[in-house]
């Protein structure tokens, strides 16, 4: 893929987590254009109330597994059971296939960068919901060795979530996000889970590597191979040693890793930045603001309507409306 593309797909994955703004832009000129968002910030775990949107948490970070069953075969259990995520399941595979197959729009690389965010999600979320549940409660939290979590769990009596019934895996924090733990819990169903970070994250970069590959095809069922060797060894080992509990630090690690010429594809300089001068959203609205106003009124320029932050914002409602109103009735599965 051309590094420009590349940076464009990127760019969306990432961008799931901190397009946190909603409601409509005005302009100057009487135009008007209404986005979405496609995140809360961290801070809102403590909020149920606010979590309670499944329009942001199911189609962009907690897609329904229907227990990895194909369309048309029930689980077992309540409806509850098809809405847990899991990891690469049959809804999974549909939405990639779809995002490959919708190539004729202006927003296709922005789309594909956001079903890698989702698709990736159903390896570090799995387990979980995007809906207020019992399953997402968690209790007895265990290190690498089977050992309590003593630290994990100080740190959560000093931050309100709610036990009763958490949204998604607010009842661990952070952990299901960090390459680099090994860990376990018990949910609130009493079954102990095991997890390992670096096997699940290896777990999804190869599919995603695989989707990209098949995408440049324009054939969602190509045989391709995975990532290839080093690659594969280094990112597996960057995975585990990078374990600074900061995610800005690690990403700047692996941004040192890229100028260094750490892969096969030789040294990249790469930056991101969600918001600010330099972001696509300072680009197309003129705006340095993190959180917009909503009386504001921005200046129209007819470049907007290419801009990569409206094409990433059409594609975030293209995905949307594709997962809730197409993919997941295949499936049985009826959500707002």
Known sequence: MPHQQAEVVAYCAQYVDDATNEGVIRFHNGALYRRICSAHKMLDYRNTEALASARVWVPFHFLPGNE????GQEPPGSFVDKMICRPDSAVAQEMVRDAILAQSSPYSLHRLGITAHVYADTWTHQGFTGTNDVVNRAK???GPSGEPDLTMMERLKGFFVSSTFPLGHGAVLGHP???????????GRGQKIARNNPADFMAAFDAMYRMFRRYLLSDPHANVPGIPEPDRTLILSLFRTLTDPDGYVRHKQWLNALAQG???????????LPKGVGSWK?????TEKETDDEDEIFQYSSAFLKSDWKLFHDALQAHRFHVVHELLP???ICTA
């Open 330 to 332: 295949r499936y049985g």
């Open 68 to 71: 990895g069953l194909p369309a």
């Open 140 to 142: 007895d939290l265990v």
């Open 282 to 286: 300072h680009t197309a609205l003129g």
């Open 262 to 272: 750490y892969f096969s594809f030789g040294k990249v300089e790469l930056s991101y």
């Open 177 to 187: 996000d960090r390459p680099y733990l090994i860990w376990g819990y018990t949910n």
